[in-house]
């Protein structure tokens, strides 16, 4: 029974510790709470294969499950060091002070942290102070003090040492629960008023009203649109739209704390409000916006219409001098992220955005300001919650993603994927849709081909073409005969000829490439 109320002990001593923590964090600009700088640790040493593999498996809850383990981990490291400081205050404090270090040790490293050391080791200090008095403070409740160090053979053999009173009758269990009582509201108190914080990104968010663009994307075009059931819907809905970044707890970004720098090899540093921003000509255009982690027939792509000002405007704002080849750009939770200077001045239009699809930028998709650069894998491209954009040159500096594996540049492959029929599904003998889309930036899709185990390749029809940089729907139709056991396949081909490659590339370091195929079966 005291074990489990020593248990008890440990968990709530580190609740109340991460919740004193979590909300003095969320109080000082610049710091990251104890809990996700240790996320951000494992999320920058994962090894490229792993977090390809925990993208494909677990998709956008990657960072869930990631949160969710850590969470387990610290409870039963608590209540484990909490049932041993029964007998043991000294190794359970101990314990604690070991798993304080750890997180401060993360804390002062974190990458999202703009914040000076001490300023930054103010949730540390508190998680240790908080945690420790919980901790404590509960033990010596259930007696524990009159457990001596120097009786350990008395507590070794199970006897009681001399002078503890028997099991259950020992200690005052009221004034116990009553204040692990209080300890659980501490701690539940700080956990939502640290999360309440948070809400002013989401609150300036809900008031804002961007401006209409004076030059807008124009009506999809007819045609572009297939009816088909099951097909990819021609835009992403916002909610559906795929998430992959290395944010555990999404920066939220007030909009008055928001601001732009240009510099670096420029004639003049510039740094913008987001009034100023929007004060500025904003044009809106429908891109496709692709992962590089996207396997063959994967879902990390999506259509969206995005509203902000052209890259090249603010370039040539600051005036960027003879020599430079790239820009690179950082996020409010330090993200780096290099582009080609040519990729962000050309005619692609590359955009620093504040809209989709009508609304301002889902806190998600980089609340208030993000980049998308068509024809970039968004690793390259699409920096979220942008803060900064340094004008230099690719020998200067290293990106995020550089050291871990991937390509300094990378223009997104060609490629093809079937929707419908699904993998494995069943299908009545006759004519059977099959349908899905295919992007090849930045000239286009020119033709969709799908070819039925080794029989011939056939044209599917392609909806009307929008802009080269987005994707377009196609649909064949199958007559499918034997039954059994079929593969469909399908390769696209752009404007300028390139046909979609068969050979399989894994996705690090540029992109995956091969045919997208499915199997199914044909009903007697
Ligand atoms: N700040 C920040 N921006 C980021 C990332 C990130 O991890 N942090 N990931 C990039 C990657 S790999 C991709 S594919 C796109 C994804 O954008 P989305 O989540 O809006 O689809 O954002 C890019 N911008
Ligand atoms: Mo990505």
Redesign the pocket.
């Known amino acids: 029974m005291k074990t489990l109320l020593g248990a008890l002990s440990g968990l709530l001593a580190a609740a109340l510790g991460i919740a004193a923590a979590e909300l003095v964090a969320a109080l000082l600009p610049g710091v990251t709470s104890p809990l996700l700088a240790v996320g951000n640790r494992f999320v920058d040493w994962t090894p490229p294969p792993l977090k390809d593999f925990a993208i494909e498996t677990f998709g956008s809850a990657d960072k869930a499950v990631l949160l969710g383990g850590m969470v387990v981990t610290v409870a039963v490291l608590a209540a484990l060091a909490g049932a041993l400081g029964v007998h043991r205050p000294r190794v359970a404090a101990g314990a604690f002070v070991v798993l304080v270090v750890v997180a401060g040790a993360a804390t002062v490293a974190d990458r999202a942290a703009s914040a000076g050391i001490a300023v930054r080791l103010v949730p540390v200090a508190v998680m240790l102070l908080a945690g420790l008095a919980a901790l404590l403070g509960l033990l010596h409740l259930l007696g524990s003090r009159v457990v001596r160090p120097t009786t350990r053979d008395g507590a070794s053999s199970g006897t009681r040492p001399e002078g503890t009173p028997p099991e259950g009758r020992d200690f005052d269990r009221r004034r116990f629960l009553a204040a692990a009582a209080a300890v659980s509201a501490a701690a539940a108190g700080g956990g939502l008023a640290s999360r309440a914080i948070g809400g002013a990104a989401a609150s300036d968010r809900a008031a804002l009203e961007l401006p209409a663009a004076s030059d807008g994307a124009g009506p999809i075009p007819r045609g572009t649109v297939l009816d088909v059931d099951g097909i990819t819907p021609y835009v992403t809905p916002n909610a559906d ?7 555990l707890q999404v ?1 939220k970004v007030p909009l008055d704390t928001w601001s732009l720098r240009i510099h670096g090899m420029v004639d003049s540093d510039i740094e913008l409000t987001f009034e100023d921003l929007l004060a500025m000509p904003l044009v809106e255009r429908r891109v496709t ?5 996207n396997p063959v027939g994967g879902e ?1 792509v ?1 259509t969206a219409t995005w509203l902000g000002v052209r890259t090249k405007d603010l370039l040539a704002m600051a005036g960027v001098q003879a020599g430079a080849d790239a820009v690179k750009s950082t ?3 330090d ?1 780096t ?1 290099g582009t080609p200077l040519e990729a962000l001045t050309d005619d692609r239009e590359a955009l620093i955005v504040v809209g989709m699809n009508g609304e301002p930028l889902p806190l ?3 609340f208030p300001v ?1 980049m998308i650069t068509p024809g970039l ?3 390259v491209g ?5 803060v900064d954009l340094e004008v230099t040159r690719f020998a200067d500096f290293e990106a ?2 550089t050291p871990r594996g991937y390509a300094e540049e990378a223009p997104i492959k060609l490629s093809a994927r079937i929707d419908v029929p699904r993998s494995f599904a069943r299908v009545r003998r006759g004519p059977v849709t099959v349908a899905g889309v295919a992007w090849a930036q930045p000239t286009g899709v020119a033709r969709v081909e799908v070819r039925v185990d080794h029989g011939d390749w056939e044209v599917a029809e392609l909806g009307t073409a929008d802009t080269p940089h987005t994707w377009r729907q196609w649909r064949h139709t199958w007559d499918a005969g034997e039954p059994g056991g079929h593969t469909l396949v399908v390769r696209c081909t752009d404007t300028d000829g390139n046909v979609q490659v068969e050979e399989r590339a894994p996705v690090a370091p540029d992109g995956s490439s091969g045919w997208h195929s499915v199997r199914v079966t044909v009903e007697d």
């Open positions: 739209f795929y998430r992959v970044d290395t944010a920066p916006m692709t992962c590089v982690s990390l999506g996020s409010a939770d993200m992220i998600d998709h980089g993000r894998y968004g690793y699409a920096t979220k919650w942008l995020y993603w």
